[in-house]
């Protein structure tokens, strides 16, 4: 059978009702850029960026339209405590919600990867900065 088989030859995916995976969000509206920060905390635009990008306890997406944000949403990471592939799964997510742009002090080498072979522009800032200030300082946001 291999690894990750349980009886029967059946893969084991927990209990029922359990999920570390996110659901993508809705593609953004025409003419909207979207942006995410992994942040530490769920306070949107005042969220301090973490200095982890696929573990951080938070990522703050933001729909930015002429430089105004038209949404903030602080959304947990439900798969900041798994094992391994966390940062091929958030990849995979950021792409799957249509993410133009992402925020982090730092990438890991598979997230970086898949990022950087679907043109996803990675911005580089400094960890503890507020999301809202990160995004004036990239001349993202105008005010």
């Known amino acids: 059978m ?14 029922p009702g359990w999920s570390s995976t996110m659901e993508p969000l809705p593609p953004p509206a025409s003419g909207v850029l979207r ?23 938070y990522f703050t997406v933001v729909d930015i339209k002429d430089g105004s944000p038209m949404s903030v949403r602080s959304i947990p990471n439900a798969m900041a405590g798994e094992a391994r592939g966390v940062g091929v799964a958030v990849g995979q997510w950021l792409l799957s919600s249509g993410v133009s742009v992402v925020v982090a002090p730092r990438l890991g080498p598979n997230t970086s990867m898949l990022l950087s072979q679907a043109g996803v522009r990675v911005e580089v800032v400094s960890p503890g900065v507020a999301v809202g200030e990160a995004l004036r300082r990239l001349g993202l946001l105008r005010h």
Do not use: C, K, M
């Open 2 to 15: 291999g690894y990750g088989y349980g009886r029967r030859g059946r893969w084991w995916r927990g209990p």
């Open 35 to 57: 942006v995410v920060a992994a942040t530490d905390t769920g306070e949107g635009l005042n969220a301090p960026i973490s200095y982890r990008f696929s573990r951080a306890p």
